[in-house]
C-alpha cells in the first residue's frame, strides 16, 4: 500500500536541520593538539569553552577537508551547540545577527542618500557611524553599477 502525502510531509523539511554534518570531518577521530577522545567530543559538543581547546579545535578545522561542507552545513541547519567549522554555536548567531543589522543599516542608508542626503548628515541623523555609513554608501554604489 502507498503512503498518502500529507501537510506535514511538506512542512517537515524545512523544519529539520538541512542535511548531516560531513561524516569524515577530522573531528571524527582523535586530532590535533587534543590528547583524548572525551575532551575533544565535549569541545566539539558545544559543552566545553576553555579558550585553549577551543583554539585547539579550531586548529584542528582549519586543515580539516570538508571545511567547506561543514560551514555551509553549520550556516543552514542553524545547529545552536555545535562547535562547527572552526566556530562556536554563538559566534555563528553573533555573525547571524549582525549581517540583519549591516543589511537594515544599508537599507536606510541607500534611502537616505536617494534622497540627496550627504553621509555626514546621515551619520548626524541616525547615529551610525561616519565611516560604516560611507562604507555602505560604497558598497551600495558598486552593487547599482555591478
Ligand atoms: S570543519 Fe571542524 S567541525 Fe567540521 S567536520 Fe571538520 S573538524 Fe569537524
Do not use: N, W
Request: hydrophobic content about 35%; aromatic content about 6%.
Amino acid at each position: 500500500m502507498q503512503a498518502q502525502s500529507t501537510a506535514l510531509d511538506t512542512l517537515y523539511p524545512p523544519l529539520t536541520a538541512v542535511g548531516t554534518p560531513p561524516p569524515s570531518g577530522s573531528c571524527a577521530r582523535l586530532a590535533g593538539d587534543f590528547t583524548d577522545q572525551a575532551t575533544q567530543q565535549a569541545v566539539f559538543d558545544g559543552d566545553v569553552d576553555a579558550p585553549a581547546l577551543v583554539a585547539a579545535a579550531r586548529r584542528v578545522c582549519a586543515t580539516c577537508p570538508v571545511l567547506r561542507e561543514c560551514r555551509t552545513y553549520a550556516e543552514d541547519s542553524l545547529d545552536q551547540f555545535t562547535f562547527l567549522a572552526g566556530r562556536s554555536a554563538e559566534e555563528r548567531a553573533t555573525g547571524r545577527r549582525r549581517a540583519t543589522t549591516t543589511q537594515h543599516r544599508r537599507t536606510i542608508v541607500g534611502r537616505m542618500r536617494a534622497a540627496g542626503i550627504s553621509s555626514k548628515e546621515i551619520s548626524f541623523y541616525t547615529s551610525y557611524p561616519l565611516r560604516s555609513v560611507e562604507g555602505d554608501a560604497a558598497h551600495l554604489a558598486t552593487a547599482k553599477a555591478g
